[in-house]
Protein backbone atom coordinates (compact mmCIF):
# COMPACT_ATOMS: atom_id res chain seq x y z
CA UNK A 1 0.00 0.00 0.00
CA UNK A 2 1.53 3.48 -1.29
CA UNK A 3 0.62 6.68 0.69
CA UNK A 4 0.94 10.45 -0.90
CA UNK A 5 4.63 10.41 -0.83
CA UNK A 6 4.95 7.36 -2.60
CA UNK A 7 6.13 5.33 0.59
CA UNK A 8 5.11 1.73 0.83
CA UNK A 9 3.73 0.23 3.66
CA UNK A 10 4.24 -3.22 4.56
CA UNK A 11 3.53 -5.84 7.23
CA UNK A 12 6.39 -8.39 9.33
CA UNK A 13 7.44 -9.82 11.96
CA UNK A 14 10.42 -8.75 14.19
CA UNK A 15 13.23 -10.81 14.50
CA UNK A 16 16.40 -9.31 16.41
CA UNK A 17 15.86 -6.41 18.66
CA UNK A 18 19.25 -4.02 18.26
CA UNK A 19 20.74 -1.68 20.32
CA UNK A 20 19.17 2.63 20.00
CA UNK A 21 15.75 1.32 19.56
CA UNK A 22 16.68 -0.57 15.77
CA UNK A 23 15.44 -3.51 15.03
CA UNK A 24 15.48 -6.15 12.14
CA UNK A 25 12.53 -7.28 10.69
CA UNK A 26 11.07 -10.26 8.42
CA UNK A 27 8.64 -8.69 5.57
CA UNK A 28 5.95 -10.67 4.20
CA UNK A 29 7.83 -10.89 1.39
CA UNK A 30 11.04 -12.67 3.34
CA UNK A 31 13.23 -9.79 2.93
CA UNK A 32 15.14 -9.11 6.06
CA UNK A 33 15.38 -5.35 6.68
CA UNK A 34 17.10 -2.87 9.29
CA UNK A 35 14.36 -0.65 11.36
CA UNK A 36 14.17 1.96 13.73
CA UNK A 37 10.79 3.13 15.98
CA UNK A 38 8.90 6.02 14.22
CA UNK A 39 8.83 9.43 16.45
CA UNK A 40 5.19 8.89 17.19
CA UNK A 41 5.84 5.62 19.22
CA UNK A 42 9.08 6.66 21.00
CA UNK A 43 6.63 9.52 22.26
CA UNK A 44 4.25 7.39 23.37
CA UNK A 45 6.49 4.68 24.82
CA UNK A 46 5.26 1.63 23.03
CA UNK A 47 7.17 -1.33 23.68
CA UNK A 48 8.47 -3.64 20.84
CA UNK A 49 9.85 -7.17 21.21
CA UNK A 50 11.17 -10.01 19.24
CA UNK A 51 8.20 -11.44 17.73
CA UNK A 52 6.24 -8.76 17.53
CA UNK A 53 3.95 -8.02 14.02
CA UNK A 54 4.33 -4.82 13.13
CA UNK A 55 3.92 -2.56 10.01
CA UNK A 56 7.23 -0.76 8.17
CA UNK A 57 6.72 2.21 6.20
CA UNK A 58 10.05 1.93 3.51
CA UNK A 59 10.86 5.10 0.85
CA UNK A 60 11.39 3.79 -2.51
CA UNK A 61 15.06 5.00 -2.16
CA UNK A 62 16.39 2.31 0.28
CA UNK A 63 14.81 -0.96 -0.11
CA UNK A 64 16.92 -2.24 3.06
CA UNK A 65 15.81 0.21 5.86
CA UNK A 66 12.66 1.14 7.20
CA UNK A 67 10.24 3.19 10.48
CA UNK A 68 8.11 0.98 12.14
CA UNK A 69 4.90 2.77 12.29
CA UNK A 70 2.64 0.72 14.07
CA UNK A 71 2.24 -2.42 16.63
CA UNK A 72 -0.53 -4.82 15.22
Known amino acids: ?3 QKGNVEIDG ?5 LPNTM ?9 IVL ?9 NFIRI ?3 DR ?3 EMTPYDEE ?3 IIFKL
Do not use: I, Y
Request: overall charge positive.
Open 35 to 43: TTLSGRMRK
Open 49 to 51: FPG
Open 13 to 17: KVTQA
Open 65 to 67: RGR
Open 1 to 3: MRD
Open 23 to 31: FRVELGDGR
Open 54 to 56: VRV
